[in-house]
């Protein structure tokens, strides 16, 4: 069999439940700005977040800007004069309707947190949502607790350059800080009935329960305490979008084999169920595909997507590893698995009753997908586990969703936030016109990958062994 990754279970009938695009929190015409530090920086949840959009939907038309600064306070980064110059730069131009603000990991400053350092904090986010709300009138605002600091899987002090910073303090360790800080952004979003999203207690909950099944890999999640590795960021697309109200089903289909009937049929439209010489096959027409969860296959993911301005870069554009293979990443499995991601957000049910042959192959379009006992298919295989024709079509999404996030992170951290302070009116006029030829590409490469998710009509043939 061909599974997508082997966690060496029988497949297992989820339940799947109807749903419309209307419950969930994103709507037509929306755009998403994802606002941050550096851990939104490394790209790798605002992607996973865009893929299973464009996938699960693939006729809502959402735009993505991902404008975060690695090193970003809420008093503004490394970049910018001021916190309001970065929103006048990084976020009021693109008119988003929804924002999302992780911001915390750098305004502790690594150090004991005291009543002056909490203030700043305090004052900056409180001026933000302020003038979020007051330039972008009836913007969403979803304000993202702080991702946790690795006090888990490492337990000596907190500095990550003893040598030049604060020595290790105790007790408590730094993300005591990103959990102060977490308390006051939701007591901020309570006041102004905003909808916040906590990354920090589901990833310090992932990283115990590694430490406790899988401890040679638990250091994986958040390399270096801070950033978390490429995995590690798909468990916060998960926290994310199940806060959006994501639903798990991709399809679901019932079929009694005897009666030659179609009991159920949720998000896909099924024909020709037809049942000769023990061979069961049936068309299918699905409205959305599966979720491909990027860093399954290779265990080479970086934990920082190479950037195309320094480090001996050879090229602009990143090609991701492998989305498809024999190999299969050990960190992202242990996370798939403890986040019950499958079953959260890839639930693609076949179910076929009446069977009387011990066990069946099933291909679709004439492709293998794998051998299933009776028993198996009775009770329900999850197909979105297994290498099928859809998860190849959402794979290429995949593909074209990241190119489109890399044009964007070029065009803004390459040139636009380099060139800011620095260029001449001449130089800003070129700038501005390489920077509209870069959006122009981005907004192409959306819509090629909003087409490519578009539905098709697919072959199942159940034949005995």
């Known amino acids: 069999m061909k599974l997508r990754f082997a966690l060496g279970l029988l497949a297992v009938a989820f339940t799947g439940t109807s749903w419309a695009a209307g419950n969930f929190y994103l709507h037509d015409g929306d755009r998403v700005l994802f606002y941050g530090d550096s851990i ?180 994986k999640i958040i390399p270096g305490r ?49 049942a000769n010489s023990g061979i069961v096959s049936w068309a299918q027409t699905d409205q959305c595909l599966p979720y491909p969860i990027m860093t399954l296959h290779a265990d080479d993911w970086p934990q920082f997507p190479p950037d195309p301005f320094g480090r001996g870069a050879t090229r602009i554009f990143w090609h991701l590893p492998p989305l498809k293979g024999a190999t299969i990443n050990p960190v992202a499995l242990m996370i798939v698995k403890f986040m019950k991601m499958y079953q959260q957000l890839d639930t693609e049910i076949l179910k076929v009753g009446g069977l009387q042959a011990s066990s069946y192959s099933l291909a679709i379009d004439g492709e293998s997908v794998g051998t299933f006992t009776r028993e198996q298919l009775a009770a329900g295989v999850n197909l979105a586990e297994y290498e099928t024709p859809m998860m190849n079509q959402a794979d290429k999404v995949l593909a074209l969703v990241w190119k489109e996030e890399d044009v964007r992170f070029f065009g803004w951290r390459a040139v636009q936030v380099p060139l800011w302070n620095d260029a001449t009116p001449g130089m800003r006029e070129a700038v501005d ?3 509209a030829k870069l959006g122009e590409e981005q907004t192409a490469l959306a819509a090629q990958a909003s087409a490519d998710a578009q539905p098709r009509t697919w072959r199942y043939e159940l034949r005995p062994m």
């Open 40 to 219: 939104t920086e490394q790209r790798y949840y605002p992607v996973a977040v865009e893929t299973y959009v464009r996938t699960r939907f693939p006729n809502l038309r959402v735009s993505f800007i991902d404008s975060a600064v690695g090193g970003a306070r809420v008093t503004g980064n490394w970049a910018v004069q001021s916190e309001d110059e970065s929103l006048e730069r990084d976020v009021f131009p693109f008119k988003p309707t929804v924002v999302t603000i992780m911001l915390g990991m750098n305004d502790g400053l690594y150090q004991p947190l005291t009543p002056a350092i909490f203030n700043t904090y305090r004052t900056g986010y409180e001026a933000i949502v302020g003038s979020l709300q007051t330039h972008l009138p009836g913007v969403r605002i979803v304000p993202i607790e702080p991702s946790p600091w690795d006090d888990v899987t490492v337990t000596s002090g907190y500095s990550f350059h003893p040598e030049t910073w604060p020595p290790p303090h105790t007790p408590g360790g730094y993300n005591q800080t990103m959990i102060r800080f977490s308390q006051f952004v939701k007591q901020l979003g309570e006041e102004h009935h905003l909808l916040v999203v906590d990354f920090n207690m589901p990833l310090v909950k992932l990283m115990k329960e590694a430490i406790r099944t899988e401890p040679a890999l638990a250091g």
């Open 226 to 274: 801070i950033h978390p590795g490429a995995s590690g960021e798909l468990a916060m697309a998960q926290v994310l979008l199940k806060a959006w109200g994501a639903p798990a089903t991709v399809t679901r289909v019932e079929i009694n084999a005897v009666d030659r009937r179609v009991e159920q049929s949720v998000r896909t439209n099924v024909s020709d169920l037809a």
């Open 433 to 435: 016109q390489l920077l």
